[in-house]
Nanobody
Framework: QVQLAESGGGSVQAGGSLRLSCAAS????????MAWFRQAPGKEREFVAL????????FYADAVKGRFTISRDNPSNILYLEMNNLKPEDTAVYYC???????????????WGQGTQVTVAS
């Protein structure tokens, strides 16, 4: 069983920055990819970014491309999401998740964190 714990959320003004972290533990040998998803109030959870755990390939949702950067620290088993030029529409609960597949499809992700709130004021 994989345990994931997000941190780093908070409230910022539009144009500001935040860095989210996700500490992962358990079964690192079976992890192919980790990703960030988000869920805004009244909306379905959506894909944000993913990274191949070994190799570092990255893929982003169009809405965050050029503003967000996903990265990982393999030895420490920590996933990051650097978010710059934040917009009010980025307001959501952000979740990290891991998968045995390199995919943006939520159904392929087996373990999820509890989420961390990001609020961007206009």
């Amino acid at each position: 069983q994989v345990q994931l714990a997000e941190s780093g959320g908070g409230s910022v003004q539009a144009g500001g920055s935040l860095r989210l972290s996700c500490a992962a533990s358990g079964r690192p040998y079976s992890r192919t990819a980790m990703a960030w998803f988000r869920q805004a109030p009244g909306k379905e959870r959506e894909f944000v970014a993913l990274i191949r755990w070994h190799g570092g390939s990255r893929f982003y949702a169009d809405a965050v491309k050029g503003r967000f950067t996903i990265s990982r620290d393999n030895p420490s088993n920590i996933l990051y999401l650097e978010m710059n030029n934040l917009k009010p529409e980025d307001t959501a609960v952000y979740y990290c998740a891991w998968s045995s597949e390199y995919t943006s499809s939520q159904s392929a992700y087996d373990s999820w964190g509890q989420g961390t709130q990001v609020t961007v004021a206009s």
